[in-house]
Nanobody
Framework: QVQLVESGGGSVQVGGSLRLSCAAS????????AGWFRQAPGKEREGVTT???????SYKDSVKGRFTISQDNANNTLYLHMNNLKPEDTAMYYC??????????????WGQGTQVTVSS
C-alpha cells in the first residue's frame, strides 16, 4: 500500500512560482508511475504531468515549459515545480501513483490534495 501526502500549495500572484511536494511511504516511488493531477471548481480532474518508473516524463500542453516534475529518491518524494503561474492554474493539486513502472493510467493511490490559487 502506497501512502501519499502533498504539501506546498498556497496563494501566489500571476507569474509567481510554487513547489509542491508529495511524500510517499509504503513503496519506493521511483519504481512506480507517478504524477500530478488537478481539479478546478466545476471542472473535471485533469492530468498535469507524469513520470514513469524509468524516469520518462510527460506534460499537459498548457504547462510545458512552466512546470517540471522531479523526484528525490533519498527522501522518496515527488515534486512539482511550477513557474510563471497563471490564473487558470488555480486548482486543487493531487499526487497519484500507479502500481506499475509504465504509465497506463491506472492510478490507484492518491494523496489528499493541496490547493494552489493564482491571483492577478
Amino acid at each position: 500500500q502506497v501512502q501519499l501526502v502533498e504539501s506546498g500549495g498556497g496563494s501566489v500572484q500571476v507569474g509567481g512560482s510554487l513547489r509542491l511536494s508529495c511524500a510517499a511511504s509504503g513503496y519506493i516511488l521511483s519504481r512506480l508511475c507517478a504524477g500530478w493531477f488537478r481539479q478546478a471548481p466545476g471542472k473535471e480532474r485533469e492530468g498535469v504531468t507524469t513520470i514513469d518508473g524509468y524516469g520518462g516524463t510527460s506534460y499537459k500542453d498548457s504547462v510545458k515549459g512552466r512546470f517540471t516534475i522531479s523526484q528525490d529518491n533519498a527522501n522518496n518524494t515527488l515534486y512539482l515545480h511550477m513557474n510563471n503561474l497563471k490564473p487558470e492554474d488555480t486548482a486543487m493539486y493531487y499526487c497519484a501513483a500507479a502500481p506499475t513502472r509504465w504509465c497506463y493510467g491506472n492510478f490507484g493511490y492518491w494523496g489528499q490534495g493541496t490547493q494552489v490559487t493564482v491571483s492577478s
